[in-house]
Nanobody, 123 residues
């Protein structure tokens, strides 16, 4: 049973920071890309960031570029999302996802998903 468990969400004031973690278990994630997505109330899910297994390829959405940083610790099967300079529009449920590596886009076709963690940014 593959499990992705997110943690680190919470309530923060605008301009503040949070660090999300996603711990993977149930199988080896060797050569798996890991990504973060989010869904705000009444909106469709959107891509936030993703990283390849080696970390040599990273992608960010334009809305978070320069404010968020993705990283991973393969020894711990964990991926992180450091979120700085948070804005009220960053408020959403954040989901972790995983997929086998490919040469395609890091933004689509994820096989495994976590349950999500709520991030609320107050103005």
């Amino acid at each position: 049973q593959v499990q992705l468990v997110e943690s680190g969400g919470g309530l923060v004031q605008a301009g503040g920071s949070l660090r999300l973690s996603c711990a993977a278990s149930g199988r080896t994630f060797f050569n798996y890309a890991m990504g973060w997505f989010r869904q705000a109330p009444g909106k469709v899910q959107e891509f936030v960031s993703a990283i390849t297994y080696s970390g040599t390829r990273i992608d960010y959405s334009d809305s978070v570029k320069g404010r968020f940083t993705i990283s991973r610790d393969n020894a711990k099967n964990t991926v992180y999302l450091q979120m700085n300079s948070l804005k009220p529009e960053d408020t959403a449920v954040y989901y972790c996802a995983a997929k086998p590596m490919s040469n395609g886009s890091l933004r689509i076709n994820y096989n495994y998903w976590g349950q999500g963690t709520q991030v609320t940014v107050s103005s």
